[in-house]
């Protein structure tokens, strides 16, 4: 069997048309999705592992401007930066993970150290930091992070905040909600990044990393670093999820299809339609998943997902919509 892989750049309310100064960014995204495309190809025709891929990929992803996750996240309610990321082993079921990164340009990679170096799974805000600094892996400083795009969309976010507000009145929530959508990034994508791979030897292996969502709580965490929901591998599959985060933790998206596949026997594209329907509302999820037997699905119950697959034999696809 040969080898397989899928990425994500976010799912989110992607709208169908842009205007035309916009559709040069959505332009640099799908070319950054097929560049990460090309590197991950190019590392498992090297015979490369899975789990080596997974990383080498979401850190280019990463490096990319364009996708929430290290330069280019979002930015929380006090206008910082506050990355998290997972990756885990399917064959071992090892992980690591870690949250609350300000100065670390690439989180997947901690996450692995983490994973490799400790006898922990998931290291946080200073501790995480602390550790970073003690491996000595690549950071600069916390503004380094921050985007114009990036401040451009908080802004937006706090004006379309206030329109939500339930106790609004209903006339007056009419009109707010028109100010809302003429204030809304036409743009807008929840933009985390993930990628999941099998090698030519049959090991699975996932990774997600993300600045969370635009306008998060200071030190909230999502579900791109908790194991099982953003991110989850196995003998079985390896998944990516992403959206809304809270929607992914309470539906454990990522760990559902790898259970359906365990227990109910479902071959993966039936397991993840089911969780894609089923476990999360509509409008809030999408995932990429690769099985043990080199199959893809990359379903989503979003407008759009940035995403992209590819297979030993030659199948390769890169979509949004
Ligand atoms: N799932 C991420 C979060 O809630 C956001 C995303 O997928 O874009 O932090």
Request: proline share 4%; charged share 20%.
């Amino acid at each position: 069997m040969g080898w397989s892989i899928a990425l994500h750049g976010g799912a989110g309310d992607i709208p169908v048309t842009l205007p035309p100064e916009l559709i040069e960014r959505r332009e640099a995204s799908v070319a950054g999705l097929r560049h990460c495309l090309d590197v991950g190809v190019t590392a498992l025709t090297d015979g490369r592992s899975a789990l080596d891929v997974v990383e080498l990929v979401v850190r280019e992803l990463e490096n990319h401007p364009r996708f929430n996750a290290g330069r280019g996240s979002v930015l929380t309610s006090a206008g910082t930066v506050e990355m998290e990321a997972c990756i885990m082993d399917g064959m071992t079921k090892n992980c690591g993970a870690v949250s609350g990164l300000k100065t670390v340009v690439n989180a997947i990679s901690l996450a692995r150290l983490v994973m490799e170096k400790t006898p922990h799974i998931y290291l946080g805000f200073d501790g995480a930091e602390a550790f970073a600094k003690e491996q000595g892996v690549e950071t600069l400083e916390p503004s380094d992070f921050i985007t114009p795009e990036n401040i451009e969309r908080l802004k937006l976010a706090k004006e379309a905040d206030r329109v939500q507000l339930d106790y609004t009145a209903p006339e007056q929530k009419q009109v707010l909600q028109e100010t809302h959508t003429a204030n809304e990034d036409p743009d807008s994508k929840l933009g985390t990044v993930g990628c999941v791979a099998i090698d030519s030897e049959g090991n699975l292996a996932a990774a997600t990393s993300t600045g969370g969502l635009v306008n998060k709580m200071v030190g909230r965490i999502g579900d791109t670093p908790i194991v099982g929901s953003g991110t989850y591998a196995n003998s079985y599959c390896a998944v990516s999820a992403t959206g809304r985060g809270e929607h992914i933790i309470r539906g454990t998206i990522a760990r559902e299809v790898a259970a359906l596949m365990e227990y109910k026997d479902l071959p993966l594209k039936e397991a993840a339609a089911y969780v894609i329907e089923k476990c999360a509302p509509r409008g809030t999820v999408g995932l990429v998943a690769v099985s043990a037997k080199g199959e893809i699905t990359m379903p989503f119950n979003t407008t759009g997902m940035y995403r992209a697959c590819a297979t030993q034999d030659g199948y390769s696809e890169i979509g949004i919509l």
